[in-house]
Structure formats: C-alpha cells, structure tokens
C-alpha cells in the first residue's frame, strides 16, 4: 500500500488551520460576550448641594444620580433594616474615644424626591456604636443588636417603637477598651455585628495595635467570633484578620473588607476582601499580601510560616481602607454592576497618598471599576465613603461619616 505523505500533511495542516480559526473565532466570541456583559462605562460630573452650603461634583455612570437623603448628621457609619421596614444607622459622632454615638431611624422616605422626611434619634450616648443588626427567632421575636467598643448586647424589639421599649438588654460578649493610639495605628474601636444565612451571630473585633503579637489574654482580638442568637457557643470562626470592618453574608459564605498594616510603606501591604471560611487563619501579623500574593512580615518575630495563609477574593492598593459593600446580581438591570460587589473605599488617612475616597466595583478575578469618584479632589475631601445598602435592585444608599451625609443613588 503506497502512502503519500505530503497529502496526509496538507489535510491534517487544513483540518488544523480549521480548528484554529474555530478557536479564534470562539474566543473573540466569547470577549465580544464579555464586553456586553461587563461595559466599560464613562463616568460624568454630577452636582452635589449640601444643605450647608458646600457645593461639589461627583463623578459617577450618567444613568445614575446621587441625592443627599439625609444631612447633617456626624460620623454615620452602618446600616441596617429593621423588620418593620424602617432603615437604621449608627453615628460614632467622631474620631475619638467617646459615649456621645447615636442609633437613627431614616423615616418617611420619598420616592420621587429620594429624601427621607424624618431623621429620629433611636438611642443616644452610647460608646462608638458602629453596627446593629436585627433577627427574628422561630417564635416570631425580634431581636436588636448593639456592637460597642466594650460589648454586644441584645434586646427585644417592637416594630414601630420609636425608642427601645426593652429597658434591660444582655450583655452577650464583652471585649478590650483601652489604649487609643491612632497614631501608631491601633487599637481599633469598632465592632461590626452580622447575623449569618446560618442563623448565627458575628462580631468582628480589630487589633490592639498596628502589626503584633496580641496578649494571650485578650483572644478575641484580630478576630471574627461566631455565637448562637443568644449569646451561647461562642468560639473564633477566623483568625489572624487586622481590622474586618465591613461584612456580609452571601450564599454559603462570610465576605468581609480587611484592612493591612501600616508599617510597610506607602505601597503595601493590600487591603484585601475575602470569603471567610471557618477554622482559617489569615495571617496578621506575622503575614501580609501584596500584589495578591502572601509574604513574612520581616518585622514581626513569629516562627510560624506563612504556608496555607489563604489569598484573598479581591484587593486592593494599600491604605484604600475598604469598608462596607453590598452585592448585585441577576435581578440588577445595569449590565454594568450586575452580579458585582459595589464597596466603599473610605480611603487613605494621608491625603498624600491619594487612595480610596471612592466606590469601585468588584469581580472576582477582574481588575476593579470605579463607580464613584471625587471624594478627594487635591487636599479637598468631600466625603469619605463608609457603607453600602441595596435598596432595590438597581439603587443603594451610601454613608459619608466625614460630611455627615447619607446619599441615595438610584438609577435613572
């Protein structure tokens, strides 16, 4: 049987060049997918007027607009929603160490104007309140929680009351409250509280200092703790987190915003985002990530290694402080923000920096897009972004707690 060999190179050479052009065409389809999915978008001035008097743009989608929903308030940190409707959020006052924190209900919300009629003082003088959350049992009881500096407490909740009609909370967990030193980058005074899809209660607690080795005595610290609904069960569900501000829970999974250390120079470490998962130990402080990869933190004396710290989900530049976030998926009908993550970069506390002062969206192995913009402008801050509220699915509000203002973004 004669065999010609350049015929059977010329057909396999055309079924390849077949095949190549297949995977050509293939992959182009599937970035010209891509693009109509995820559309870049162009970002227009949009005009910001605060009741007192200051006057700025901010930068944002031009389908969208932004309105100041509630002014005049102080440090507004979290949101919340109650189970009679109404929208909650803390107020810290200030920077410093203090009992003068507030608890407001946003009432009488206004669909056209997107302006809340009515800002009601909920409970006052309390000790740097940065988050509350809510739960009903299976008996119908419904139950507020309080995350202070000093403790977690519970209460029974009626719906409409405008003040805590339960006069004698519990105290579920109590943690450290001393040794405010902003300038060497602890200790940190917020406590977040989230109520799991499990039905269980978190509290992040941040660490007493900037990068190192806490006291044996004070295990919560650097932590995320897990509790029954009652204060009961209580142990670490993770470890090794610096400062886990915002947090969220979505499917299966704890996601939480991290904040990285501040000793390592203007460029590292990242802030980083992850999906928590129980038993894991994310290595502060003898660990940090950069660039989305784990390295030994020279300066701190551990002997452990760094093997099987986990990456993150996302990060970010160091110092962009990311803070709370929220998630929009199917049901979202901007292409643009659909199944993403919007989170708040509250930004860096050296203006020379540069960092943060806006709100990106965020995709797991996408380079980030920003949202909002000119929260910084030169040596000008107009806002610092906190926290993220899905509304509906295709309008948040958004906490300021350097101008004191809640904005409502919708899309037109």
């Known amino acids: 049987m004669n065999v010609d060999k350049s ?31 995820y559309p870049q978008t162009k970002l227009v001035p949009h005009k910001i007027n605060l009741k007192n008097g200051k006057s700025f743009n901010l930068r944002m989608p031009a389908n969208y607009e932004i309105i100041p929903a509630a002014e005049g ?56 309140p940065n988050s509350i959350a809510f739960y009903t049992d299976e ?37 450290p409250d001393y040794g405010l030193s ?45 509790m029954n609904p009652d ?7 993770a470890r090794g987190l610096r400062n886990a501000v915002g947090m969220l829970w979505l499917g299966r999974y704890l996601f939480v915003t991290n904040h990285g250390s501040d000793h390592l120079g203007k460029n590292k470490p990242d802030d980083t985002f992850y999906a928590v998962r129980r038993g894991r ?40 402080s990311a803070m709370g976030f929220d998630y929009f998926g199917e049901e979202t009908n901007d292409t643009y923000i659909k199944n993403s993550f919007l989170i708040a970069l509250h930004g860096s506390t050296d203006k020379t920096v540069g960092r943060g002062y806006k709100v990106v969206i965020v ?8 949202f909002i913009t000119g929260f910084l402008q030169g040596r000008n801050v107009y806002g610092r972004p906190l926290d993220i509220f899905k509304m509906t699915p295709d309008s948040f509000l958004l906490s300021d707690d350097h101008g004191g203002v809640v904005y409502y973004v919708r899309k037109k």
């Not at 057909?11 to 999915?37: H, Q």
């Not at 008996?139 to 909740?157: I, M, S, V």
């Not at 269980?200 to 610290?221: D, L, M, Q, T, W």
């Open 139 to 175: 008996n119908g009881q419904d139950w507020f929680y309080l995350a202070e500096t000093h403790q977690l407490t519970r209460r029974k909740f009626i719906k409409g009351e405008e003040k805590p009609t339960d006069k004698e909370p519990k105290v579920l967990a109590t943690f």
């Open 363 to 370: 995709r797991k192995g996408q380079r980030h897009k920003d």
């Open 7 to 37: 015929r059977i190179k010329e057909a396999l050479l055309g079924k390849n060049r077949k095949l190549i052009i297949f995977f050509a065409v293939f992959a182009l389809t599937v970035n010209c997918l891509t693009l109509t999915i």
């Open 281 to 320: 130990d994310y290595g502060w402080a003898r660990c940090y990530q950069y660039r989305g990869r784990i390295y030994k933190d020279r300066f701190i004396k551990d002997r452990r290694s760094c093997r099987g710290v986990p990456r993150s989900y996302s990060w970010f530049k160091a110092h962009s």
């Open 231 to 237: 204060g009961s069960g209580q142990r670490i569900y």
């Open 73 to 128: 308030l102080k440090r507004v940190r979290f949101f919340a929603k109650a189970p009679d409707g109404r929208i909650f959020v803390t107020d810290m006052f200030n920077l410093t160490d203090n009992t003068k924190g507030k608890v407001y209900t946003l009432d009488d919300f206004d669909e056209e104007t997107g302006k809340f009629g009515k800002v009601l003082t909920y409970m006052s003088q309390l000790k740097n």
């Open 182 to 226: 902003y300038k060497y980058g602890g200790w940190h005074l917020t406590r977040t509280v989230l109520v799991g899809g499990n039905g269980k209660i978190y509290v992040s607690v941040g660490s007493s200092c900037n990068a190192c080795r806490e006291k044996r005595s004070e295990p919560f610290r650097a932590t995320i703790l897990e």
